[in-house]
């Protein structure tokens, strides 16, 4: 069965970076894009880029753009979500989902990442 | 750039009622590329339809959903308890967006 499998809780200081891991299992990782989507605490959805594991593009909300970066490992079927210079406002669940054609499919559990000095 | 709006913010319902949710978007947009996913609390989303109307994979046929142009309702057509959650509408065409989600609570 699908999964994806997200790295644990994170902490950081304002202007530091983090990076969100997401394991996928149970399909061929390079068929389907990954995207990360972001939630802040009790507000809607986010969404964040997108990733081809398959050809390494990329795309990504102009909010973030200057910051995220997104990568894939193939040989581990892993995607990563790097944010950079984190600001409060950042302090959010961190979401990858499969992406099939546009669409979000499958999700990840979710990590924390909070901002705070 | 599409902004999504979803109204009402909250419908208040009993388990069988109806619940009618919109999602309407700030220009035509082709139904190919709208998406609904639900959400309950302390979980990840959860795709409902995709291509405005096409039901996810395990979806009970309670849900249904249609639409084109600028509107795209959700309705399920009656309600069981844990049908209760958040409701967001997608769009995923040459950008991606949420609409900032419609709560359904008993």
Redesign the interface.
Known sequence: QVQLVQSGAEVKKPGASVKVSCKASGYTFTSYGISWVRQAPGQGLEWMGWISPYSGNTMSAQKVQDRVTMTTDTATSTAYMELRSLKSDDTAIYFCARTYSGYEDFWGQGTLVTVSS | EIVLTQSPGTLSLSPGERATLSCRASQSVSSS?L?W?Q?KPGQ????LF?GASNR?TGIPDRFSASGSGTDFPLTISRLEPEDFAVY?C?Y??NS??????TKVEI
């Open positions: 590329y998406a996913y959400q990840a989303p959860r795709l995709y996810a967001y997608q995923y065409g991606r967006t949420f609409g900032q989600g």
